[in-house]
């Protein structure tokens, strides 16, 4: 890691700001922003992917404060691809980086990525949304997935019944929002709700409206959906309305993208968990700079959840 000159309390006289994208398709890192000049700080950031809306917000709210700060970030998506997201932070440990952020599209296929920088690179590494299985870890930045899916399980059992008939469509497999928000949802519905189907969509739209599809044939009467995201939701939605019944179902999502928060409004999803990506790549960012800087930070910073109803 690059020697950090003068991090603690400094006045930052130039603004120097490198904005790199990634072509879904190649993966490639493509410059769209200035040319660098003097950086102080070079972060690097490997999300899970760069088409999910959830995840666009996560990176406008870590360049807002690299805008702030004379950081240069260079941000790289993976195409929910866990091979492809080892091959692009190979690419990013060429860069000299001060430190990473990587959003693990499978929490253990990561591990050996990061215990491999743990072993070879003086860089740190902070993890965002979703955990690693291992690896040393500066902290991980996350909503509290786990009381996000009992919040919906809770909202459920209020509004259909306790005993009501629902189908749990599950994040990608491996993910630790998957896991923690199944957790949390399942510790109540266990109890309280009959759980009628669980089948992974992979946090797609398109796999929300055709999993439902393929539940309802042998469900075809049931009270609510739970959806481990919003993409997934918006695509049970689709295959409700398609089957003339989605206001006899309460659909219910996780992360508080426009497209749900805009259903929900409309009547055709009854609430989303809603975490908020902007904040959350702005505290991830912040976290960085704090622990470059030679400061204490928590090894688990909880971002805010919020239920969003009509």
């Known amino acids: ?20 994208g990634t072509d879904s398709d190649t993966g490639a890192d493509t410059d769209t922003g200035n040319e660098v000049a003097d950086a102080e700080i070079v972060i690097g950031i490997s999300l899970s992917t760069l088409t999910n809306p959830f995840f666009l917000d996560v990176e406008e709210g870590i360049r807002a404060v690299a805008g702030e700060n004379n950081v240069v970030v260079h941000v790289i998506g993976a195409d929910d691809d866990a091979a492809m997201q080892s091959a ?12 990473i952020i990587i959003n693990p599209v499978d929490a253990e296929a990561i591990v050996t990525t990061i215990e491999y920088i743990n072993g070879n690179y003086d860089i740190p590494v902070i993890t965002l949304d979703r955990n ?66 669980r089948q992974t969509a992979n ?13 309802l044939q042998a469900h075809p009467e049931i009270d609510a959906v739970f959806a481990h995201n919003d ?10 309305r398609a089957l003339g019944i989605l206001e006899d179902v309460l659909v219910v999502g ?17 609430a989303t968990v809603a975490q908020q990506p902007v904040l959350m790549g702005k505290m991830a960012l912040e976290a960085a700079l704090g622990y470059l800087a030679g400061n204490s930070v ?8 919020e239920l969003v109803v009509e």
């Open 231 to 240: 993409e997934m939701a918006l695509g049970a939605v689709e295959a409700l």
């Open 203 to 215: 946090w797609s739209r398109a796999e929300g409206l055709s999993v439902l599809e393929s539940i």
């Open 1 to 20: 890691m690059k020697k950090l000159l003068g991090m603690i309390g400094i006045t930052l006289l130039a603004f120097v700001f490198v904005a790199c």
């Open 132 to 197: 690693s299985d291992g690896g040393e870890l500066v902290s991980h930045v996350a909503s509290n997935n786990v009381l996000g899916g009992a919040q919906a399980a809770n909202f459920i059992v209020e509004n259909a019944g306790e005993g009501a008939t629902v189908v749990e469509l599950e994040g990608q497999p491996g993910t630790s929002a998957a896991r923690e928000r199944g957790e949390g949802f399942n510790s109540i519905a266990d109890n309280a709700l009959n759980v009628v189907a």
């Open 254 to 270: 996780f992360d508080g993208v426009d497209d749900a928060r805009e259903a929900v409004q409309a009547g055709e999803m009854a």
């Open 88 to 99: 692009g932070i190979d690419d990013l440990l060429q860069l000299d980086l001060d430190l």
């Open 298 to 305: 928590e090894s688990s910073i909880d971002t805010p959840l």
